[in-house]
């Protein structure tokens, strides 16, 4: 090989190495800004993070298996008062102000194993108690690392469930009051009829009374006999007095029908609060399905087949409204059917009496079967259905003993069967 030819070939391979030199540079500047994207993706990802934890109201403490305490968020930090400096990498049980054993043990009674400590204070104090509880740190390969205490103040959740119980209360009032509702419109459906009555047998016995009193005065007034006589027939006195024991009896049974309506009324008190009495649920069930239909242009057909005999031991008035609930949702379901029917059926075993109420509307869907029973869950449109009327009826069914259960029926529509115990 010539001088010329070996300095060409020496240029050449100086020329393959810049390409490869410019090559690796071009991949190192790649990987330099992809480094950098990924650590900044992982800074967020930790700002994130420990927004999060700051931000949570239930105090957090990560520590490892030893018990060192290797993380905290500012809920526990507020909690004792100590700067978290001081915390990390002390032992968590050096901080408990109550001997409860080590917080380690926790972890061999398994998931679920809640308890109420106190915590040291800066000042030398103890916290309220929390609710504290313990579950595994697990590492990147699923390796037991350490432990993760999570827990809230007691007067905190104490507080939130008594709101809970009187948000409770108050809806369930609101459905009562639904309920009392519909119980009054039937009542005045009901009371109207012997009322007005009454009413019209009093105006009539007070025409009477001055047609008498003209009379009386005539008599007293020392007329004749003739002019008695012609007083008496121009009044009609006679007639009067053959009618009047039939506008009396007819007052007295029209007082005594609202006087029953009245003591039908008291037993179905939803007050309730005296012990359980055998009830008639045939004459239950009756009025029940009366006070629903009260108000309601419904073309429906109900069917009513429950055995006079059939009783169940209660309190007349929760029974009532469980009923009534029941009737008035099947009466919902076929509201928009040209042959619209609900069935009422009753039977009894020696233990437990049992009352279906069924319709031929759509039924219940599969996925709400399991739903229907819910506080809040209901398929009416919004304004039309709290979603209470049936948890509160399985509520009162089962304080009773018995049980309330739904399903669909073979040949479409939905039952639901309310069985309670005989004695």
Known sequence: MSDQDFAAAQEIAWIEVIKKMEEVYSDLISYEVELEEKNSALEEAQRFITSVLSSVSDILVVCDQRGAIQQVNLAFLRLTDIAEVDLLGQPVDDLLAEEVGPLSYWLEAGPGNDREVRFKLRDGGVSEPVALTCATLLDHRGLPAGMVLTGRPVGELRRAYEALKRAQAQLVQQEKMASLGRLIAGVAHELNNPISF??????????????????????????????????????????????????????????????????????????????????????????????????????????????????????????????????????????DLPTGRVEVRGQQTKAMAVIEVADNGSGIAEADLSKVFDPFFTTKPVGQGTGLGLWISYGIVRDHGGMLEAENRPGGGALFRMTLPRD
Do not use: C
């Not at 001055?210 to 007639?239: K, N, P, W």
């Not at 007082?255 to 007050?271: C, E, H, M, N, P």
């Not at 239950?284 to 629903?292: E, G, N, P, S, Y």
């Open 198 to 335: 009454i009413v019209g047998n009093v105006h009539v016995l007070s025409k009477y009374r001055e047609r008498l009193e003209t009379y009386l005065a005539a008599v007293h007034g020392g007329a004749s006999a003739a002019e008695r006589e012609a007083a008496r027939g121009t009044l009609r006195i006679d007639a009067m007095m053959d009618d009047l024991p039939d506008l009396i009896e007819g007052t007295r049974e029209g007082a005594q029908r609202v006087a029953d309506i009245v003591k039908s009324l008291k037993r179905l008190s939803f007050s309730d609060a005296g012990a359980a009495q055998p009830v008639p649920l045939a004459e239950l069930t009756r009025k029940a399905v009366q006070w629903a239909v009260k108000g309601r242009n419904s073309a429906s057909t109900i069917v009513q087949e429950i055995p006079d005999d059939l009783e169940a031991l209660g309190r007349a008035g929760q029974i009532h409204q469980v009923l009534v609930n029941l009737v008035e949702n099947a009466l919902d379901a076929v509201a």
